[in-house]
Structures are given as C-alpha cells and as structure tokens.
C-alpha cells in the first residue's frame, strides 16, 4: 500500500510523482528517468576531468 508523502506526492498538475524512497523500496529502475530516481537514469553525466 502506497503512502501519500512517502512514497508519493501530487504536484501542483494533478499528477502523482513517486519519490525516491518508493523507487528504492522497489528495488530497482524502470528506465523511464523519472524525477526521482536514486540511480540518476538518463540525467547528464558531470565529467570532473575536464581541463578548465
């Protein structure tokens, strides 16, 4: 059973986001780079070897 605050909230559109407690009971990604995941899917990689 879903807990509204822990494992979601609804924003400000009506449109239920799961947070990142939810993701990590679940155990794994799904891919789809949701807003909250813990494993960074399909977020831009930082390169801290760039020469400045």
Do not use: S
């Amino acid at each position: 059973m879903l807990i509204e605050g822990v494992d979601y909230y609804i924003n400000e559109d009506g449109n239920f986001v799961f947070t990142k407690e939810y993701h990590l009971k679940r155990g794994y990604c799904c891919k789809n780079k949701c807003l909250n995941c813990p494993w960074d899917f399909g977020k831009p990689k930082h390169d801290n070897n760039v020469k400045k």
